[in-house]
């Protein structure tokens, strides 16, 4: 859903042609010298505020003290002012580093830019992707639009069931985003034809970003990406994007002598069995890549081919990204014989049928991470200091094992697994919340309703529904569909088909991201947009569509009263109606009346609006 909604953040901005053109020009293979004119656009600064406002670490603050909420008091012009002059005379200021516990007892090292620079560093990220992406391999999964690790579990499960690959070379990188070769990173960058010399000295001042240590001292990397950091899931697959390749081409990408017939799979994808069965009657190690982030996996037909392929990798990383992989949690699995882990999931081949398939559960690590976070919750449900804030943490749980559900829901045995935590919770339930706990009760929330409503192991607390752990079915990963991109409009129709403007919506929505109010917030300005974008530019009221000079932007409480410039206080209305709900005068009201003519429900809708502001009711 974030993922839909940053594609029509675009749109609202009228960037996304502009976005389409950098990714048809990169699928050509151009190079790009003038992209600080985009990233420096008022339109970009603009849509990069709406991307992160919203993000949880928004409101994390850097080390001068500034988060999210400082910025949206800032207009529009202000806001694009300070960016336009930072990108003109770059100099980031110091990455706060804190240290993010692990569930291993280790910490994970987070680098947490200011405000500003995470600002600068989104304006970059809008423009570079689309570059980026018409590069990356097919197989690339982690931190890319459009992609997930439901796509990277189900390449997993065909090449294990469909392409019969039951070797897998089990790669663990030792601290990749720690050690990221700076020099090598822009080199990749400008092979990837992002040649503006400009944007290529701000991200070496990014690279370069001293760090404050959580003691207070001071660190200048020389090499590595923060962790945190908006741009570097991005800079990590530019440099990986290469091992991607080199694999591709040892076997994939491999050109055969003669030409060979492909056929169009149902999805958009090459059946490429043809070419696959030419190759084999070479000498050449079948190998297939499936990478999530700096997690990859290569699958191989035969031990002696995984046994090369692990020590060529192990030599490639050294010499050419002068990276380092672990000793430890790297090796070749025989998948008919062990499990590999992969993303929380343990996968291994077995034999059903007279074929081998997919058997997978949550690995242990996840198991037992699950069970620890959801006791904990249960503890806060327990301590709550009254009804309203045990419901929250109510809601929380459930939320929390809907989430769980959600992403563990592709193991093919995550019934067995999830029953496991359920029989640990159903003791802590008993011990913690003791005689609360009842069988019968009323579900009123809808997706509970429909996902857990039929289970006899729901419980209710002060007739609150928890949702069970232990209540799941399976279900199979799908491939990503081939044309689905969001920087092409066939790809697009495939992301959104249910959420189209007509014409005259779109452009008022452009004019209105353009406008300008003086003395307001960014944040009025941007929810503004929001709001005649949900309310499909319709007035709140009337239900008529508005052009640009009847839109207002009504404060349900007023700002004189307290009230504030967030989504929630706002509401898209027609002029007269905002000049009806503000009057006072007897005839003022009945003019507008008469101009307006309310039914019952419209009157009720002005009546309640007046109420809030502060005027009596109609």
């Known amino acids: 859903m974030t993922k839909r909604k940053k594609l029509r953040h675009s749109e609202y901005y009228d960037l996304q042609g502009c976005f389409d053109e950098l990714y048809a020009k990169s699928k050509q293979g151009d190079v790009f010298t003038n992209l600080m004119e985009i990233i420096s656009s008022e339109e970009n ?163 370069k970003a001293p760090i404050v240590m959580p003691n207070g ?8 990406t923060p962790q945190g950091g908006i741009l570097s899931p991005l800079l990590a697959n530019i440099v990986l994007n290469e091992l991607d390749w080199w694999i591709s081409s040892q076997w994939e990408t491999m050109p055969t002598h003669s030409e060979i017939k492909t056929t169009e799979g149902k999805n958009g994808t090459m059946c490429l069995s043809n070419v696959y069965k030419a190759l084999r009657k070479s000498t050449l190690k079948e190998m297939h890549i499936v990478r999530y982030a700096d997690d990859f996996k290569i699958f191989c037909r035969k031990r002696s081919d995984a046994d090369k392929v692990f ?22 699995v025989n998948l008919k014989r062990h499990y590999s882990e992969f993303l929380g999931f343990k996968l291994k081949a077995v034999r059903k049928g007279g074929k081998f398939v997919v058997r997978s559960h949550m690995s242990d690590k996840a198991i037992k991470r699950v069970a620890e976070k959801l006791k904990g919750q249960i503890k806060a449900i327990e301590h709550s200091e009254n009804v309203i804030s045990e419901k929250e943490e109510i809601n929380q749980y459930n939320l929390m094992v809907a989430g769980i559900h959600n992403y563990y829901q592709y193991a093919t045995f995550v019934n ?32 509970i309703a429909q996902r857990y409503g039929n289970s006899k192991m729901i419980r209710y607390i002060a007739d609150e529904p928890l949702c069970p752990i232990g209540y799941v079915r399976t279900k199979n990963p799908m491939y990503k569909k081939k044309k689905v991109c969001k920087y092409t409009a066939e790809g697009r129709e495939e992301i959104h088909r249910n959420l189209k403007f007509d014409e005259t919506v779109m452009t008022v929505l452009h004019m209105l991201a353009r406008e300008y109010l003086p003395h307001r917030s960014v944040e009025y300005m941007d929810n503004r947009v929001s709001l005649y974008a949900a309310q499909y530019g319709k007035c709140a009221v009337t239900g008529k569509v508005l052009w640009i000079d009847e839109i207002h932007c009504h404060h349900k409480k007023p700002l004189s009263q307290g009230g504030t410039d967030e989504y929630k206080n706002l509401i898209i209305i027609h002029i007269d109606v905002h000049r009806l709900i503000h009057a006072t005068k007897t005839e003022t009201i009945q003019a507008y009346l008469n101009k307006i003519k309310p039914n019952k429900s419209q009157l009720k809708k002005i009546n309640k609006l007046r109420v809030l502001a502060g005027n009596t009711a109609i």
């Not at 500003?116 to 197989?139: G, M, N, S, T, Y």
């Not at 010499?319 to 949690?329: A, N, Q, T, V, Y």
């Open 311 to 332: 020590i060529a990798v192990k030599q490639w990383l050294k010499d050419r990204l002068s990276l380092e992989i672990s000793g430890e949690k790297s090796k070749v």
């Open 416 to 447: 067995i697994d999830c029953m496991s935590i359920q029989f640990q919770l159903n003791t802590v339930l008993r011990n913690r919340l003791k005689g609360r706990l009842k069988n019968q009760g009323t579900v009123s929330r809808k997706y």
């Open 45 to 207: 600064i603009r849509l990069a505020y709406r991307n992160i406002k919203r993000n949880s670490g928004s409101h994390t603050s850097g080390v001068d003290k500034l988060s999210i909420k400082d910025i949206e008091k800032l207009s529009a012009e202000k806001l694009v002012e300070i960016i336009q002059r930072k990108l003109k005379f770059y100099k980031p200021k110091a990455v706060r580093r804190v240290e993010i516990p692990k569930p291993n007892g280790k910490t994970r090292p987070l680098g947490i830019p200011t405000i500003v620079d995470r600002l600068v560093q989104q304006c970059i990220l809008q423009v570079l992707e689309p570059i980026c992406e018409a590069k990356f391999h097919e197989r690339s999964n982690g931190f890319r639009p459009n992609r997930s690790a439901e796509h990277a579990l189900a390449q997993c499960y065909k090449m294990i069931q469909v392409q019969k690959l039951y070797f897998v070379v089990d790669v663990d990188i030792k601290g990749f985003f720690d050690n990221v070769n700076h020099s090598k990173l822009i080199r990749q960058m400008w092979a990837l034809g992002i040649r503006d010399k400009q944007l290529i000295c701000i991200i070496k001042e990014m690279l």
């Open 217 to 224: 001292s001071t660190q200048h990397p020389t090499k590595g």
